[in-house]
């Protein structure tokens, strides 16, 4: 899977998101302009110990992005769909966008790709989820879609320490 974030402007957002990718094998593609330098100490945080392991790719615009990946289809996640995530049918090398937290995609790029663009559900008079959230439900549903990928998806609990005196 791939994760891509377009222009975004917020360090913990993106280091909460690469940790997510991190963890479930997706790639983090990045868009400029950035709000924020990639070698801030709030990206690290956000991502802990996780960072160094990131696939992580930083493209100048937009365009660059698209044919440096040999135009792949783009889903497009805004609150101006018509189309809920969860009937989309994703596919294991989908590319998953996300804009700006400040405007989100911008509506030319949503227009010319209208067929692909998909929404969280959310109350009427609500703008938006927290990006690092909207991402993590959508790339969640995504991998249970595709059986998980090679996610590990139990735990090994041996013994549960609330149960000791039963």
């Known amino acids: 899977m791939n994760i891509i974030l377009l222009e975004p402007e917020i360090p913990y957002n993106t280091g909460n998101i690469g940790r997510t990718c991190v963890a479930t094998g997706t790639s983090l593609h990045l868009i400029k302009p950035l709000g924020f330098n990639i070698d801030e100490k709030a990206v690290k945080r956000a991502g802990l110990d996780y960072w160094d392991d990131l696939d992580l790719h930083i493209y100048d615009d937009y365009d660059e992005f698209l044919r440096l990946n040999y135009y792949p289809k783009v889903i497009m996640a805004t609150t ?12 294991k090398d989908d590319y998953i966008m996300f804009g700006k937290e400040s405007r989100g995609i911008p509506e030319e790029l949503l ?19 927290n990006l690092s959230n909207s991402v993590s439900i959508i ?14 998806e139990k735990g090994n609990l041996h013994r549960l320490s609330w149960k000791k005196g039963r």
Request: aromatic share 12%; net charge negative; hydrophobic share 30%.
């Open 111 to 129: 227009v010319d790709n209208e067929e692909n663009c998909v929404r969280i559900p959310m109350l009427k008079d609500t703008r938006s989820l």
């Open 139 to 152: 790339l969640y549903e995504a991998l249970r879609q595709n059986e998980f990928l090679c996610l590990e």
């Open 80 to 91: 101006k769909s018509r189309h809920n995530y969860s009937d989309y049918k994703f596919s």
